[in-house]
């Protein structure tokens, strides 16, 4: 792995932009698109604590606000579903389906596709913010998992399969969720896993979520201590900025495809003015609310897209 690893911040000048980007360069991160840039990576169970608590060291609550809610569903989900019901002690398996359905959780939502990340990040109508996409690096996150594995299971492996490796990441990602530690404890990693019982939105949208093991300090703390190399010192400050015309040459770069070990991460800037456009971009790529989250709720929500010539957006 090269010593080298960075960070790159760039802005987007048009809504057909993400398409010059070269598919197998993607192809080598977990995206997230977020509403508004100035949020930072967090989780819905982070953001909530965060609302009712304005101090940011409040250590144990997270945990137990997790524990209780996990309790809670546990006894209260077989009176609305009778088959799909995971194991007592899967907890990964419980928190993807709450979280599915609304619940606030430590699970934090990303995709292997940048359009699915696009849409999620522009698809509010009533933003009045520039949009986000952040993406990290699968291939660095993902080698953790060998490590995992060789530290804690055969540190003689010659080889370990894919397989071998993300069900040992899965079940030392589940050990963390109801486990209690004194404060300081707890590694502070991010583990990306995908629950074993997929539902269809999930799948549809190339979906993962991104764990973090330690819920006593934010999201991006555990960023920070796991990702090597760039001090990423819990904003984005530190990426360094460069124009799109020349992340795109970036992009193409042959150096920087296989693998792409050069970049820890990269953040793209949607400037409000281009979401009528992306809109229009996603739509005629069949990239919307009705194909990305299935039923009556997706059609419904997608009657809320932004429209030809109305309000600021008019082109």
């Not at 990576?41 to 997790?66: G, N, T, V």
């Not at 629950?195 to 979520?209: A, T, V, W, Y």
Request: one cysteine or more.
């Amino acid at each position: 792995m090269s010593k080298f690893l960075t960070c790159y911040k760039v802005v987007m000048n048009s809504a057909n932009d993400i398409a010059l980007l070269d598919s197998t360069f993607l192809s080598n991160f977990y995206f997230r698109g977020q509403a508004d840039a100035e949020w930072d990576l967090s989780s819905s169970l982070e953001r909530m604590i965060k609302s009712l608590y304005q101090r940011e060291d409040c250590f144990d609550i997270p945990r137990r606000y997790e524990v209780e809610m996990l309790e809670e569903f546990k006894r209260k989900y077989p009176l609305y579903e009778k088959h799909r019901i995971p194991a007592e002690e899967d907890n990964i398996e419980w928190l993807s389906i709450m979280q599915h359905y609304g619940a606030c959780t430590r699970l934090v939502d990303a995709t292997e596709s940048i359009y699915v990340a696009l849409f999620m990040a522009t698809q509010n109508s009533f933003s009045n913010s520039d949009a986000a996409i952040w993406a990290i690096n699968k291939n660095i996150l993902n080698s953790k998992k060998y490590i995992l594995y060789r530290n804690n299971v055969d540190r003689k492996a010659p080889s370990i399969s894919l397989s071998a490796a993300e069900a040992y990441a899965y079940n030392y990602a589940n050990s963390f969720i109801g486990s209690i530690y004194n404060r300081g404890e707890c590694p502070q990693q991010i583990i990306a896993i995908k629950p074993k019982m997929s539902n269809e939105r999930l799948s549809i949208q190339q979906g993962l979520f991104l764990m973090p093991t330690d819920i006593s300090v934010p999201f991006k703390y555990n960023l920070n201590n796991y990702l090597p190399g760039v001090g990423f010192n819990r904003t984005d400050n530190s990426f360094n900025p460069m124009e799109f015309s020349k992340f795109v040459e970036y992009s193409h770069d042959n150096r920087n495809k296989a693998h792409n070990d050069n970049i820890l991460m990269f953040k793209i800037t949607i400037p409000r003015a281009l979401k009528l456009g992306i809109t229009k971009l996603l739509s005629q790529m069949n990239i919307s609310s009705e194909t990305l989250f299935p039923g009556l709720s997706g059609l419904s929500q997608s009657l809320n897209r932004l429209r030809d010539g109305y309000g600021e957006y008019l082109e």
